[in-house]
């Protein structure tokens, strides 16, 4: 008889397991015993709070309660996986100490029931603290089965989708939420100890400032106006310092229409700050401050580890001059340089690339060779100062050169970490470089701030000197945890849909569509521009791809990542992201020339080119990346 019990059981399908729950919950119902309607459970000892304190509590009763993770046994004794907030613990439950019908009733739990167990604390003979049951009461019906226990929940696409599941199956997932609760209770104490008050401004807009960033839009009906989701929380906290709230702050979720890839989301939390009377430096202590007191009094170290690299955060930090650090990285002096024409032809030289709408001047050249060049090797905790005045409107100049602002922003693991500056107060200075933004903007550039005529009036009234800081929380948690995506620290990171859901009315058939083709506009044939000789030394393969990201400072171009079936991946740039977002085409089969010589874009080498099918319509382009069935694998020659 044993060994007929011990024999494996054939596995029920997702359907089966699903209808036999609800059959078992319909019972319940008929019965007079439907879970759904306990309104509440009194528990009073959580997993942990038993394991810490079991000397004192052995032989106590208590009660706890959680979900059903195992369940081993299931004769006249069984063995249960208890998980609370806390952890786990073991449940033990046997015929003879309880109520019969209440035995009975649990054998017919489900992994994944919510019960209230009231026992005592006692050690098995094996020594494992446990819980020993008296009565069973089942709190909630789990309709839908855990994934399997052996592998849990794996698919990292399907974890963020289902958080729930994540943190049901996958409890070391909670310690990434609890370290962000962490950190951002202490980044209030630490600064409503130095006199800040937390404060609270809009986040639907007129205007989209504060930022060089590419807003989403909405639409208010009762007023009948646009308006933007804020980018950034800069331009109401100054407002408030001009008003005489000396040290502000604010934590709250930002909104930018832009990429996604493993250290940006669309929504993401930031803290700013700013501070009356004060300057850069003072910006850089707190910076400094909250990173290495939070990672002494919570993780007990100031060295981690973060993406492949041991990181030490000892205070100390070094800060170097953005020239100083392309002078050293680069090898141009742009202090030795004064003309614009020679700053550029000096970056070109080192193969840096500037930015279609930026002006090809001294400032914009250094910060393209520190961006292109410099960042990858910031490692250490480092502060970079003195930007540009191009690419920092809202700061104040150096009295020493005009050319540069007195910003900082802080790399870790070449990331940055966070944004500073002694903030621009003369309001003169402030409507040009507002104005030169709007230039920018006309030349094709979004991503440029937007004039705002109110906070100009703001700053005419007299800001004193400030000190501003904006630090993204959601990257810091990122290095307190050990994670390399930002989607392991949200909660809920966005997600392109997946479709109708399995409960989504079926659509009515489609009658067969007609497609205008009267409004194409087809390119010519190529066969005046290219010779047939010429095109067929071209090598066309099929290529997976692999990884697929916005290239920074550029609103065109995605760098993609691909297998081409050679056993090295192959990089390749296409100026195509006004088509695609990066993460829809991960895994996709596409088709690429292969051959072609490795050509500088951004400071990337790019090799190759994927093939798009591209086509006018009233006037406006069209593209339409070309993908191919993905049983193609990768290195497939098209002939």
Not at 281 to 286: A, L, P, R, V
Not at 527 to 554: G, I, L, N, P, Y
Request: charged share 30%; hydrophobic share 35%; with cysteine.
């Amino acid at each position: 008889m044993a060994e007929k019990n011990n024999q494996a059981q054939p596995e029920l399908s997702l359907s089966e397991q699903t209808r036999i729950r609800r059959e078992k919950l319909a019972a319940l119902q008929q019965a007079g015993q439907d879970p759904f309607e306990i309104t509440r459970f009194d528990w009073d000892a959580t997993s942990q709070q038993i394991k810490d304190n079991f000397d004192a509590m052995e032989g106590k009763a208590v009660k706890v309660a959680g979900r059903l993770m195992s369940k081993r046994g299931m004769g006249k004794v069984s063995f249960c996986d208890l998980q609370d907030r806390d952890g786990r613990i073991q449940l033990y439950a046997r015929q003879d100490e309880m109520d019969e019908e209440v035995y009975q009733k649990f054998r017919k739990f489900d992994i994944g029931d919510i019960v209230g167990v009231e026992g005592e604390v006692f050690r098995t003979q094996r020594g494992e603290m446990s819980v020993r049951a008296h009565n069973i009461i089942l709190l909630s019906k789990s309709l839908l089965p855990l994934p399997e226990k052996f592998h849990g929940l794996q698919d990292k696409e399907l974890r963020f989708r289902q958080r729930y599941v994540d943190l049901m199956v996958n409890p070391e997932v909670k310690r990434n939420f609890v370290i962000r609760s962490q950190f951002i209770k202490h980044l209030r104490d630490y600064l409503d100890n130095m006199g800040y008050i937390e404060v609270e401004t809009p986040v639907l807009n007129t205007i989209a400032g504060g930022a060089a960033a590419r807003p989403f839009i909405t639409h208010h009906n009762t007023l009948d106006i646009d308006m933007y989701m804020r980018i950034a929380t800069e331009l109401p906290l100054k407002r408030l310092i001009v008003g005489g709230m000396d040290r502000v702050y604010e934590i709250g979720r930002i909104f930018r229409n832009e990429g996604m890839d493993p250290k940006h989301n669309p929504e993401f939390t930031t803290v700013e700050l700013y501070q009356a009377y004060a300057d850069f430096h003072t910006m850089m202590d707190i910076a400094e401050g909250v990173y290495t007191t939070f990672a002494q009094k919570y993780l007990g170290t100031y060295e981690l580890e973060w993406m492949g690299e041991k990181i030490d955060l000892t205070p100390g930090w070094p800060r170097m001059t953005m020239v100083e650090a392309v002078r050293k990285y680069v090898g141009i002096d742009f202090d030795a340089i004064t003309d614009d024409t020679e700053a550029v032809a000096a970056a070109k030289e080192k193969g840096v690339e500037l930015a279609d709408a930026a002006e090809k001047t001294w400032g914009n050249a250094l910060y393209a060779c520190f961006d292109q060049k410099v960042e990858e090797h910031l490692v250490q905790p480092t502060f970079i100062t003195m930007y540009p005045v191009e690419v920092s409107p809202l700061t104040k100049r150096s009295p020493q050169d005009p050319r540069l602002t007195e910003r900082f922003e802080f790399f870790i693991c070449r990331s940055e970490m966070g944004n500073a500056y002694s903030e621009l107060n003369d309001p003169i200075d402030q409507r040009r470089r507002f104005e030169k933004q709007a230039e920018q903007r006309e030349r094709g550039d979004d991503e440029t701030e937007m004039l705002d005529e109110d906070f100009l009036t703001a700053m005419e009234y007299g800001m004193p000197p400030t000190g501003g800081l904006g630090m993204g929380i959601d990257r810091a948690v990122m290095l307190f945890t050990g994670t390399d995506t930002i989607r392991e620290v949200i909660l809920f990171p966005t997600m392109k849909p997946q479709g109708e859901g399995k409960t989504a009315p079926k659509a009515a058939p489609k009658a067969e569509e007609t497609i205008d083709f009267s409004k194409v506009e087809i390119e010519p044939l190529f066969r005046d521009f290219v010779d047939f000789e010429t095109f067929s030394k071209s090598d066309f393969r099929a290529v997976k791809v692999k990884a697929c990201e916005a290239v920074k400072k550029s609103k065109k171009l995605l760098k993609f990542t691909l297998d081409d079936g050679s056993g090295e991946d192959r990089v390749i740039l296409s100026g195509i992201h006004e088509y695609y977002e990066p993460e829809e085409l991960v895994g996709k089969t596409c088709i690429a020339i292969t051959n072609l010589p490795p050509r500088a874009m951004m400071g990337i080498d790019s090799c190759g080119m994927l093939i798009s099918a591209v086509h006018h319509e009233e006037g406006a382009e069209r593209l339409h990346l070309l993908m191919v069935d993905e049983h193609i694998p990768a290195g497939a020659k098209l002939y």
